[in-house]
Nanobody, 123 residues
C-alpha cells in the first residue's frame, strides 16, 4: 500500500490544522493506521493510532484532547485533526499502516510509511 500525507503548513499557536493520508494500491480496511511525527534532531515518535474498524483510537499523552484521528475506509483515507496547536507540535508528520493486527501503537509495528508533511507552529 502506498501512503501520501498532505495538509501540513505554517500556522500560529492555537490554530487548527487537518492532515490527510491518502492510500492507494490496497484497501486500508485491513490495516491499523497511525500518525507519527519527527522534529529536527529528534527521533520519530508516535502521535495517534486507529484500529482497522475505526472503533478504537489511541493517543500520545502530549496530544490527547487536542488531536483526533479518524478514517474513512470507503475512501481509503485517514485524517488527523489537530487543534490548539503548540510550537512543540512542529514536526514532519507521517502516516503509516500496520499489517496483520487490528491495532498498533508502537513504531516497529508499522510496515508501510508515507512521505511526511511539514507542520510548523509559530508562537
Amino acid at each position: 500500500v502506498q501512503l501520501q500525507a498532505s495538509g501540513g503548513g505554517l500556522v500560529q499557536a492555537g490554530d487548527s490544522l487537518r492532515l490527510s493520508c491518502e492510500a492507494s494500491g490496497r484497501t486500508i480496511s485491513t490495516y491499523a493506521m497511525g500518525w507519527f511525527r519527527q522534529a529536527p534532531g529528534k527521533e520519530r515518535e508516535f502521535v495517534a493510532a486507529i484500529s482497522r474498524s475505526g472503533g478504537s483510537t489511541y493517543y500520545a499523552d502530549s496530544v490527547k484532547g487536542r488531536f483526533t484521528i479518524s478514517r474513512d475506509n470507503a475512501k481509503n483515507m485517514v485524517y488527523l485533526q489537530m487543534t490548539s496547536l503548540k510550537s512543540e507540535d512542529t514536526a514532519v508528520y507521517y502516516c503509516a499502516a500496520a499489517r496483520g493486527r487490528p491495532m498498533a501503537v508502537t513504531l516497529p509495528e508499522y510496515y508501510y510509511w508515507g512521505q511526511g508533511t511539514q507542520v510548523t507552529v509559530s508562537s
